[in-house]
Nanobody
Framework: QVQLVESGGGMVQAGGSLRLSCTAS????????MGWFRQAPEKERDFVAL????????SYIDSVKGRFTISRDNAKNTMYLQMNSLKPEATAVYYC???????????????WGQGTQVTVSS
């Protein structure tokens, strides 16, 4: 079992920045590939970014490329999502997830955090 806890959400004006963290505990989290997903009100939970277990490979949705950066520190069992130049459409609950496949599909992830709210005002 892996437990994931997100933090770092909050309210920010458009153009601002936030850094989300996801701290893992339980079975060695360094074995897992990890991802960030987000869910806006009345919408499905969508893929945002992923990072391989070693941190060597990353992938992003097109709309955040160049503005969001995913990273991880396996020594600290923590993954990050640096979000710059935030837009109001980024408003959502952000979830971190861990799984054994490198995948953008939420169904392939085995473990999920409880989510952290990000609100971007215009």
């Amino acid at each position: 079992q892996v437990q994931l806890v997100e933090s770092g959400g909050g309210m920010v004006q458009a153009g601002g920045s936030l850094r989300l963290s996801c701290t893992a505990s339980g079975r060695t989290s360094g074995k897992y590939h990890m991802g960030w997903f987000r869910q806006a009100p009345e919408k499905e939970r969508d893929f945002v970014a992923l990072i391989s277990s070693s941190g060597d490979a990353t992938s992003y949705i097109d709309s955040v490329k160049g503005r969001f950066t995913i990273s991880r520190d396996n020594a600290k069992n923590t993954m990050y999502l640096q979000m710059n130049s935030l837009k109001p459409e980024a408003t959502a609950v952000y979830y971190c997830a861990a799984g054994r496949l490198i995948s953008k599909a939420r169904g392939t992830y085995d473990y999920w955090g409880q989510g952290t709210q990000v609100t971007v005002s215009s």
